[in-house]
């Protein structure tokens, strides 16, 4: 089985940062595409940002310039650092991860169990 675990989240005033963590356990394989997806209440999930096992990052436009998606291979561990937070920011954030299990299997797509992301005015 596979776990994504994430952490990081909390209350944050207009202006402050955080940094999310997600990371990924179990029995894997091989780790392809990371990202992260946030939902706000009465909204539609969202992608916020994803990172390739190539090292290509996509970025919501709400997002560009002010959050930045890394990873540690090493750790199978996603990162989402996230500056100049507005109060529009506010949301559950998830991550997920497209992964295989055994040379065997086919691609696969995790979620976390998603981490609140309150920002205050």
């Known amino acids: 089985q596979v776990q994504l675990v994430e952490s990081g989240g909390g209350l944050v005033q207009a202006g402050g940062s955080l940094r999310l963590s997600c990371a990924a356990s179990?029995?894997?394989?091989?780790?392809?595409?990371m990202g992260w997806y946030r939902q706000a209440p009465g909204k539609q999930r969202e992608l916020v940002a994803t990172l390739t096992d190539g090292d290509t990052t996509t970025y919501a436009d709400s997002v560009k310039g002010r959050f930045t998606i890394s990873r540690d291979n090493a750790k199978n561990t996603v990162y989402l650092q996230m500056n100049s937070l507005k109060p529009e920011d506010t949301a559950v954030y998830y991550c997920?991860?497209?992964?295989?299990?055994?040379?065997?299997?086919?691609?696969?797509?995790?979620w976390g169990q998603g981490t609140q992301v309150t920002v205050s005015s």
């Open positions: 997920n991860t497209e992964l295989t299990r055994s040379m065997w299997n086919g691609r696969e797509l995790y």
């Open positions: 179990g029995t894997i394989f091989g780790i392809y595409t």
